[in-house]
C-alpha cells in the first residue's frame, strides 16, 4: 500500500486541482490530502471563499481523496509523514525545491508535478469581478 500526502487549500476546487488529485493518487495506493484550516491560511495570507468544513466536504466527494486531516502549521509536514507512514509527498510545481518541502526527502519520496496553466482561485474571482462590471 504506497500512501500519498499532499497539501493545499483546494478553495472554489477547480480542474487544477483535481488534475493535481488525480496525478497524486496515480502515484501510490492512497492518498491523503492536509488541509489548510482557516486559521494556517491566515497564516499563509489567504483568505478561502469557503471555509475549513465546506472546503472538507467538498473534496471528501473527490473519488481520488482517501483521507483528509487539517494542516495547521508549516511545521507538521514530518509529523504527518510519520503518523500516517506516508511514501510519497506530492506538490505542485509552484512548491518546486521550496525549502518547506526538500528536507522530507531525507524521509520519502517528494514529487513536485507540473502546475496547470491558466486556472487558479484568485483568476476564477478576478473574471467574475469583470464580467460584473
Ligand atoms: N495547483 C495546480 N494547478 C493549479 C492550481 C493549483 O497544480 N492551477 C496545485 C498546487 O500546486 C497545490 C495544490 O494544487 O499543490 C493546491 O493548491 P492551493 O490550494 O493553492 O495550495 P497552496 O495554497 O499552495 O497550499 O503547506 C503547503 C500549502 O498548504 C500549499
Redo the contacts with the bound molecule.
Keep these: 500500500m504506497k500512501r500519498v500526502l499532499?497539501?493545499?487549500?483546494?478553495?472554489l476546487l477547480?480542474?487544477?486541482?483535481i488534475?493535481?488529485?488525480k496525478r497524486a493518487k496515480a502515484l501510490g495506493d492512497y492518498l491523503i490530502v492536509?488541509l489548510?484550516t482557516d486559521e494556517?491560511?491566515e497564516i499563509?495570507g489567504?483568505k478561502a471563499y469557503h471555509n475549513y468544513e465546506t472546503r472538507k466536504e467538498i473534496l471528501e466527494a473527490i473519488r481520488y481523496v482517501d483521507l483528509i486531516i487539517p494542516?495547521y502549521d508549516?511545521d507538521q509536514?514530518l509529523d504527518d509523514v510519520k503518523t500516517y507512514h506516508v511514501d510519497v509527498v506530492?506538490?505542485?510545481?509552484?512548491?518546486k525545491d521550496s525549502p518547506?518541502?526538500e528536507y522530507l526527502k531525507d524521509y520519502c519520496e517528494v514529487v513536485?508535478?507540473?502546475?496547470?496553466?491558466?486556472?487558479?482561485?484568485t483568476k476564477i474571482k478576478e473574471d467574475i469581478m469583470k464580467n460584473l462590471k
Design positions: 499532499t497539501y493545499g487549500t483546494f478553495d477547480h480542474y487544477g486541482h488534475r493535481l488529485l492536509a489548510s494556517f491560511n499563509k489567504k494542516e508549516w509536514k506530492v506538490m505542485g510545481s509552484d512548491w518547506k518541502f513536485y508535478l507540473d502546475r496547470t496553466e491558466n486556472i487558479s482561485t
